[in-house]
Each structure stands twice: as structure tokens, then as C-alpha cells.
């Protein structure tokens, strides 16, 4: 199984800071614009997918010059995170990672976030300051952490039977609702546990 790296199209980067994650990928798929960092950066692009908005000729002539497999996708209702996302699925992953969402539109990071929801398999996003898990029945959370390391953890909707340990403050079979009390918790053991029965959790793990 596969590791596969998703790189957003937010903004331009050097996205060499990404290198560790960039060196242990097995496939790179790049969205829509974020071949052009892509390029600038010196990084080989497995699959490039979008409905091709934001990308210039040039840079799409470089990727088919590259053997790039190039997937347009038309679909309006979608973010081309959520294309990249449902089109990695298909590969049948071991875990996905994704960079270069930082930055941009306010509203389309917030996309991104309900995007994360849409993967079955253990996924996570890099952000410059920390990083970003989706939880929910399907993907429960066991991670290796520092100690003292800062974590929140965030109910988007109605969670149910919550489970959280390895943090100052544990929770217990516990029922959430969207607020701002999972703020600030701090991690007392090497890992982080936290699942829930139903519902989905994000969970912000800081650098």
C-alpha cells in the first residue's frame, strides 16, 4: 500500500520545507494550480487533478512534456481538494498527507477542513503551525507525541461516545456538541488516543 502526498493550490511556496514528507511519498498528486509550485520547486508530479482554472498553458504543457497523468474534472460542487482526496482513495492508500494549504481565501480553508471527512483512510494535513486529523467512527486516532505538546480537539456537529487519552484532560464516553472547550489540552503521554462512536472530531496537533 501506498503513500500518497496531495499538494493544495493555495498559495505560491518554496515547498522544499516539505522535503521529509515529500522524500517518504510513493505517488504526488498536485491540484490545479499547485503544478506550478510544483515545478518551481523541482518536484515530480505523479497525477495533476482540477478542473484546470487556475493552471497556464506553459505549465500545463511542462506536466504532459513530464508523463504527468492529467485528470480534468469539471465537477463545481467539489473543491479540487475533494477531487484529489476521492481520486487517491481510488489507489487504495495506506495513509494520505497534504501540504500547501496554507494561505488563501478564508472560506476555502475552511473547505479544506470538511474535506478531510471525505478520506477513509488515516489522513492528515500540514498546515505551517501544526497539523490537522480528521476523527470519526471509520479513522479513530493513535499517535505518538511529545510531551507537553498543545492539542485541541473540536466536535464539528454532534459527536457521540468521544474517548480521548493521553491528555491532561481526558474524556470518557462523552457527547460533544460544537465549541470551544477542547482548546488548549495538553498531552501527559506518547500517545494520543481519541475515537468517537459517531459523528466527526478535528483534532489540531501544534508544531
Known amino acids: 500500500m501506498s ?9 505560491l511556496e518554496d515547498l522544499t520545507k516539505w ?16 503544478m506550478k509550485n510544483c515545478v518551481e520547486s523541482n518536484i515530480a508530479v505523479d497525477f495533476l487533478i482540477g478542473d484546470m482554472d487556475s493552471i497556464g498553458e506553459e505549465t500545463l504543457q511542462y506536466a504532459r512534456s513530464k508523463n504527468t497523468e492529467i485528470f480534468e474534472i469539471s465537477d463545481q460542487q467539489n473543491n479540487d481538494l475533494s477531487k484529489a482526496i476521492s481520486f487517491a482513495q481510488s489507489l487504495s492508500p495506506q495513509s494520505i498527507e497534504i501540504i500547501g ?3 488563501g481565501r478564508s472560506e476555502h480553508q475552511f473547505a479544506n477542513y470538511f474535506s478531510l471527512f471525505e478520506s477513509q483512510v488515516n489522513t492528515t494535513l500540514h498546515l505551517d ?36 487519552s493521553g491528555g491532561k484532560w481526558e474524556i470518557n464516553d462523552a457527547d460533544l456538541s ?3 472547550i477542547g482548546l488548549h489540552n495538553v498531552a501527559v503521554a506518547e500517545k494520543l488516543m481519541i475515537s468517537c462512536s ?6 489540531f496537533i501544534n508544531r
Open 3 to 11: 503513500k500518497i502526498l496531495i499538494i493544495g493550490n493555495a498559495r
Open 129 to 164: 503551525d501544526c497539523i490537522v486529523i480528521p476523527v470519526n467512527k471509520s479513522n479513530p486516532m493513535a499517535r505518538s507525541i511529545e510531551l507537553e505538546k498543545e492539542f485541541s480537539v473540536f466536535s464539528i456537529g454532534q459527536s457521540f461516545g468521544v474517548n480521548l
Open 101 to 103: 494549504v496554507d494561505g
Open 198 to 203: 459517531d459523528g466527526n472530531l478535528l483534532v
Open 178 to 180: 460544537p465549541s470551544s
Open 19 to 34: 522535503s521529509k514528507l515529500i522524500e517518504k511519498s510513493d505517488l504526488i498528486i498536485a491540484c490545479d494550480g499547485a
